[in-house]
């Protein structure tokens, strides 16, 4: 068979390096890498699973099945990953619900002030595939999960 698709595989692999790269870093964190025409079926179905689950799937690798701030990978992050237990604590008493939707959403802050080592979720779920308004649902509901874990 003289001729092999070597070309299209070609192109597949050299896709596929930043792919390895951003799943190096974020695979543990249920984000992977797709293109939407995965089987990994991370877009829809946030129904069907508990916010905790959500929470886990996205937060956990970095900031600890409880929140933490202890996951496996905070080791190897020169920033650290927060306490998300403190949040209430830390903002005299009353948990800072639209500023964590914010955080976690990440498109619309403000970069060189905030938060250089968090994932851009919104970006992220978009990219896989979410609709805008399954992002905000997805992030309403992990906020409300972060909020029932308050120390
Ligand atoms: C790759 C590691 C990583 C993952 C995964 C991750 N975080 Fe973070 N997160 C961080 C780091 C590091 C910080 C500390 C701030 C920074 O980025 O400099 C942080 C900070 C935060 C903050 C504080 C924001 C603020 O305003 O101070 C919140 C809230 C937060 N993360 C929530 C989440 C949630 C919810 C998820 C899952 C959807 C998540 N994080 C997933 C690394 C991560």
Same mark, same amino acid.
């Given at each position: 068979?003289?001729?092999?698709?070597?070309?299209? $595989?070609?192109?597949?692999?050299?896709?596929?390096?930043?792919? $390895? =790269?951003?799943?190096?870093?974020?695979?543990?964190?249920?984000?992977?890498?797709? #293109?939407?025409?995965? #089987?990994?079926?991370?877009?829809?179905?946030? =129904?069907?699973?508990?916010?905790?689950?959500?929470?886990?799937?996205?937060?956990?690798?970095?900031?600890?099945?409880?929140?933490?701030?202890?996951?496996?990978?905070? =080791?190897?992050?020169?920033?650290?990953?927060?306490?998300?237990? $403190? $949040?209430?604590?830390?903002?005299?008493?009353?948990?800072?619900?639209?500023?964590?939707?914010?955080?976690?959403?990440?498109?619309?802050?403000?970069?060189?002030?905030?938060?250089?080592?968090?994932?851009?979720?919104?970006?992220?779920?978009?990219?896989?595939?979410?609709?805008?308004?399954?992002?905000? =649902?997805?992030?309403?509901?992990?906020?409300?999960?972060?909020?029932?874990?308050?120390?």
């Amino acid at each position: 068979m003289p001729h092999l698709p070597s070309r299209r $595989l070609d192109r597949r692999s050299r896709a596929l390096t930043p792919c $390895l =790269a951003a799943l190096l870093i974020l695979t543990a964190a249920g984000s992977g890498c797709t #293109d939407g025409t995965s #089987d990994n079926d991370s877009s829809g179905g946030d =129904a069907k699973r508990t916010p905790k689950e959500l929470f886990v799937d996205s937060c956990a690798t970095c900031h600890g099945v409880d929140g933490r701030g202890d996951g496996p990978m905070a =080791a190897e992050l020169r920033v650290k990953p927060i306490n998300l237990r $403190l $949040l209430k604590q830390e903002n005299g008493g009353t948990f800072p619900t639209r500023e964590v939707q914010r955080s976690i959403d990440g498109r619309a802050m403000p970069r060189a002030h905030g938060l250089p080592k968090m994932p851009v979720w919104g970006r992220q779920w978009i990219r896989q595939g979410l609709s805008e308004a399954e992002v905000q =649902a997805r992030s309403i509901a992990i906020t409300s999960y972060i909020a029932s874990i308050q120390d």
